[in-house]
T-cell receptor
């Protein structure tokens, strides 16, 4: 079993839709939770960063962490064609040198 | 520089050939990471440098993989006697913080390696 599980999709939604992306994980020591966006032939770009449990909102994006369920989510409101990309969840524990990534979910927002 | 720069962008190697991949991190960034991203997968950790010291190489898949950062800035990932399973995108990331936990990483666009 992988440390981080993420539905690879692909996911297609119409412009303006609310998008929900999710990851589950097995390591209860994970404390840092991130969402990266990766456009085709580009490196991942940090989108959201959360420490421990709770919600964080940034514009159209909301990240949620439920440590009791080992489940994290990213919500995108009023989705735009420019949001079309692969979304990777990533996480790490205190003292670790590396991030553990999900496989990524490929999202297409149709105009 | 403005961002993490990697070269070459694409590399085609014949099986058994040695390759060297270069990473120029953001100026002043202390921490440097190498990740390997296979097609349709998320990045997987290879190794971590703090300045010139390689503090973690637990992710290197075999002794054919070697990384260095001799002056604490530019880093090179070398793969000897390449195999087809080495085909992947190799991503470099840097961070201004010390340590790895919870760091906000800035990634380059990667080097796509194809081994024929």
């Amino acid at each position: 079993q992988k440390e981080v599980e993420q539905d690879p999709g692909p996911l297609s939604v119409p412009e303006g839709a609310i998008v929900s992306l999710n990851c589950t994980y097995s390591n209860s020591a994970f404390q840092y939770f991130m969402w990266y966006r990766q456009y085709s032939r580009k490196g991942p770009e940090l989108l959201m960063y959360t420490y421990s449990s709770g919600n964080k909102e940034d514009g159209r994006f909301t990240a949620q962490v439920d440590k009791s369920s080992k489940y994290i989510s990213l919500f995108i409101r009023d989705s735009q064609p420019s949001d079309s990309a692969t979304y990777l969840c990533a996480m790490s524990d205190t003292g670790a040198n590396n991030l553990f990534f999900g496989t990524g979910t490929r999202l297409t927002v149709i105009p | 520089g403005a961002g993490v720069s990697q070269s070459p962008r694409y590399k085609v190697a014949k099986r058994g050939q040695d390759v060297a991949l270069r990473c120029d991190p953001i100026s002043g960034h202390v921490s440097l990471f190498w990740y390997q991203q296979a097609l349709g997968q998320g990045p997987e950790f290879l190794t971590y440098f703090q300045n010139e010291a390689q503090l973690d190489k637990s992710g290197l898949p075999s002794d054919r993989f070697f990384a260095e950062r001799p002056e604490g800035s530019v880093s090179t990932l070398k793969i000897q006697r390449t195999q087809q399973e080495d085909s992947a995108v190799y991503l470099c990331a840097s961070s201004q913080a010390l340590g790895g936990a919870g760091e906000k990483l800035f990634f380059g666009s990667g080097t796509q390696l194809s081994v024929l």
